[in-house]
């Protein structure tokens, strides 16, 4: 059970990220936090126990929208999982998750946004709930349409990689933000079984960074509030 937090508003020094053990969202966030060698306070949100504690009062009042992930900083409470990773980019600029030059960081983001805001909304927990409740899919169907979504936004990015020259990672020689949201959507893949043969480039970046201790530790099955 969520308990009620009366400091969250304290100019409190701790990094508090809310989170949830398989949300890839706050999977991302996770990530940044490591790479960023940032000391953080993880504060589960259980999405489907007790009606979904992310629709408790107690949350409610961290983020009235009730999602996650949501992170305190020093009193400021900022959502949606972009946003927060630029805030932590911007605010420790330790480890940058963008390159500098501005043509490069506009190429990150749309690789980012692929994932972001063409494969996570459609795939999402939300959505997968109204597609069994509302409009009685099967789990076939249910399956069907999670990796269709995948599918295609993995072959874009696989044809945007094309258009640079091969690296270790998304972009560059070290990791950044581009993989720190591909990661966790081919975990999601992986877990609905999507064949990834048909994405190479993909598949060597994700043994790349999983060869990292910042991914490894960020991995759902490290959480404190993991579930099997």
């Not at 972001?116 to 399956?143: F, M, W």
């Not at 966790?184 to 893949?189: E, F, L, R, T, V």
Request: hydrophobic share 40%.
């Amino acid at each position: 059970m969520l308990e009620r937090d009366q400091k969250l508003l304290d100019r409190d020094q701790k990094i508090k990220l809310y989170t949830y053990w398989r949300s890839s969202t706050c999977y991302r966030v996770r990530i940044a936090l490591n790479l960023k060698g940032l000391d953080f306070q993880s504060k589960p949100v259980h999405l489907i126990k007790n009606g979904g504690e992310n629709w408790h009062k107690e949350f409610l009042a961290v983020n009235p929208q009730g999602l996650i992930p949501a992170l305190v900083d020093k009193g400021t409470v900022i959502t949606q999982s972009m946003a927060i990773i630029e805030y932590l980019d911007e605010c420790y600029p330790d480890y940058p998750l963008l390159p500098k030059d501005i043509q490069a960081r506009a190429y990150v983001r749309s690789l980012a946004q692929i994932i972001a805001c063409e494969i996570h909304p459609l795939d999402n927990l939300r959505v997968i709930a109204y597609l069994q409740k509302k409009i009685a899919v099967d789990e076939g169907e249910k399956s069907d349409w999670y990796l269709h979504w995948i599918r295609e936004g993995f072959k874009a990015f696989e044809i945007q990689l094309k258009h640079h020259s091969p690296s270790p990672f998304c972009f560059s020689e070290q990791a950044g933000l581009a993989d720190l949201f591909l990661i966790p959507q081919i975990y999601n893949a992986r877990r609905f079984q999507l064949d990834m043969s048909d994405f190479p480039r993909l598949s060597e970046i994700e043994r790349n960074c999983l060869a990292l201790d910042a991914f490894m530790q960020a991995m759902p099955e490290n959480q404190p509030d993991v579930e099997y």
